[in-house]
């Protein structure tokens, strides 16, 4: 049985080709989806601002250790190309930013 980790990973995009109706649709939603209600989840959380240039999607993804950092970027850009298209969005390339939460060092302050 392999070790699992867990990875914080940022997809980030640019909106591309909305359409009228997609864009009132994002823009009618714009207030739920701000910095205010960044999260890291397994389902997603999408954030943009009124400009509707650019939009992030965080995910937390749980994957074999073994697979490392760049299974957990695709498994997180399939989600987020998944959960745009539901959207009826259009978007541009996809980049990601992985932190596996197993390996990260915390740094305490001494007493």
């Known amino acids: 049985m392999s070790t699992r980790h867990t990875y914080r990973v940022i997809v980030r995009g640019t909106w591309d080709g909305l359409t009228d109706e997609s864009r009132g649709r994002l823009l009618a939603h714009v207030?739920?989806?701000?910095?205010?209600?960044?999260?890291?989840?397994?389902?997603?959380?999408?954030?943009?601002?009124?400009?509707?240039?650019?939009?992030?999607?965080?995910?937390?993804?749980?994957?074999?250790?073994?697979?490392?950092?760049?299974?957990?970027?695709?498994?997180a850009e399939d989600r987020a190309e998944t959960a745009l298209k539901a959207l009826g969005c259009g978007?541009?390339?996809?980049?990601?930013?992985?932190?596996?939460?197993?390996?990260m060092k915390i740094n305490r302050k001494g007493r």
Do not use: P
């Open 31 to 75: 207030d739920n989806h701000g910095l205010t209600q960044m999260r890291f989840t397994e389902e997603g959380s999408l954030t943009y601002d009124r400009a509707l240039k650019h939009f992030s999607v965080r995910y937390v993804v749980v994957s074999d250790a073994a697979d490392g950092e760049e299974m957990a970027a695709v498994i």
């Open 91 to 103: 978007f541009g390339e996809l980049r990601s930013t992985v932190t596996d939460m197993d390996t």
